[in-house]
C-alpha cells in the first residue's frame, strides 16, 4: 500500500511538472489568443557572421514532439544589386530581409502546392523580425495567419496585431519552456547549418588558392576525395585520374608543402 501511494503520489507530481502536450497547446492557445490549440508549429530563425554566408532555419513542432523529418534549410540569396551596395557599404545583410525571403520562399511552396499552413508561425527575434514575416505573408496574400515572435533578452512573446501587448511569461510557465524550446532548437540548427557552409567554403578556398584550380575543380575534387585531408593523402597517379597531369602534379605539391605553389611560366 505504502508503494502504491508512493508512485501515485509520484505520478501526480510529474503530470504537474511535466504537462501533457494537449494541456501546453491549449495554455498556449490561451496566452497568445489563438483561435484553436496549435497541433502544428513552424520556427524561423538567422544565422550569419558580420552577414557573411547567410542562413535560414525553420524547425516544426507537431503533436507534442519536434518532428526533424520536417525541417528546412533556406541559402539566403538576397538582391545581388543590395548584396553588392552592401559591401561597398561595409554593412552587414539585412536580418529583416533575409527572414522575410525564408518565410516567402516557405510558404509560397506551400501555397503553391495546396498544403495547410501551420497553426502557428514563431520568429525568433523581436517586434522588426515579427514585422518582417508578416511583410512576407502579406506579399503572398495570406491572411489570418497567427503569427508571433519571442524576443531573446527578455524572453518576450509578440503576436501580429497585438504588438503593443507584449507578453511576460512566468519563468517556470509550461508554455514558456515550450516555446523556448522550439526556438532553440530554431537557432542550433540555423548555427549548425552555417557552420557547415562556412568549413565548406574554408576549404574550397584553401584549394583555389592553388594557380590553376578554380572553384569547379575544388568541388570535383571534394566530390571525389571528401575532404582536403583526404587529399593529402593521394597519390599523384589517383588525382591524374580526375585532373590533366600538370595540373594534378601542380595539386599534390601544394597539398604536400601545406601551401601554395608558384604558378607555372608560361
Not at 91 to 105: G, I
Not at 117 to 124: A, E, K, V
Not at 214 to 222: F, M, N, P, S
Request: proline share 5%; aromatic share 4%.
Amino acid at each position: 500500500m505504502v508503494e502504491k501511494n508512493a508512485q501515485h503520489s509520484f505520478v501526480q507530481r510529474f503530470r504537474v511538472l511535466k504537462p501533457s502536450s494537449e494541456t501546453i497547446a491549449d495554455a498556449l492557445e490561451s496566452a497568445l489568443g489563438l483561435t484553436e490549440p496549435p497541433k502544428r508549429i513552424e520556427c524561423f530563425d538567422i544565422s550569419h557572421i558580420q552577414g557573411s554566408d547567410t542562413v535560414a532555419s525553420m524547425v516544426v513542432w507537431e503533436d507534442g514532439r519536434m518532428k526533424k523529418s520536417e525541417y528546412r534549410k533556406f541559402i539566403i540569396r538576397g538582391d545581388a544589386m543590395s548584396q553588392d551596395a552592401e559591401k561597398s557599404a561595409g554593412l552587414m545583410r539585412d536580418d529583416f530581409a533575409s527572414m522575410r525571403e525564408a518565410v516567402e520562399r516557405r510558404y509560397r511552396r506551400l501555397r503553391d502546392e495546396n498544403k495547410p499552413m501551420p497553426n502557428l508561425i514563431l520568429i525568433d527575434g523581436g517586434i522588426g523580425q515579427l514585422h518582417a514575416a508578416a511583410q512576407a505573408l502579406e506579399k503572398l496574400e495570406i491572411i489570418n495567419q497567427p503569427l508571433a515572435s519571442i524576443a531573446k533578452k527578455e524572453e518576450t512573446l509578440y503576436v501580429l496585431g497585438r504588438e503593443d501587448e507584449p507578453i511576460a511569461l512566468d519563468h517556470h510557465s509550461p508554455v514558456l519552456h515550450l516555446v523556448q524550446q522550439i526556438r532553440d532548437e530554431t537557432h542550433r540548427f540555423a548555427v549548425t547549418f552555417h557552420r557547415q557552409r562556412r568549413i565548406k567554403r574554408r576549404i574550397r578556398t584553401s584549394l583555389t588558392e592553388i594557380p590553376g584550380v578554380g572553384e569547379r575543380t575544388a568541388r570535383k575534387l571534394l566530390r571525389r576525395f571528401g575532404s582536403v585531408t583526404q587529399l593529402k593523402r593521394t597519390t599523384l597517379e589517383e588525382l591524374s585520374e580526375e585532373l590533366p597531369r600538370a595540373q594534378a602534379e601542380r595539386v599534390f605539391e601544394a597539398l604536400r608543402e601545406g601551401g601554395k605553389v608558384n604558378a607555372p611560366r608560361p
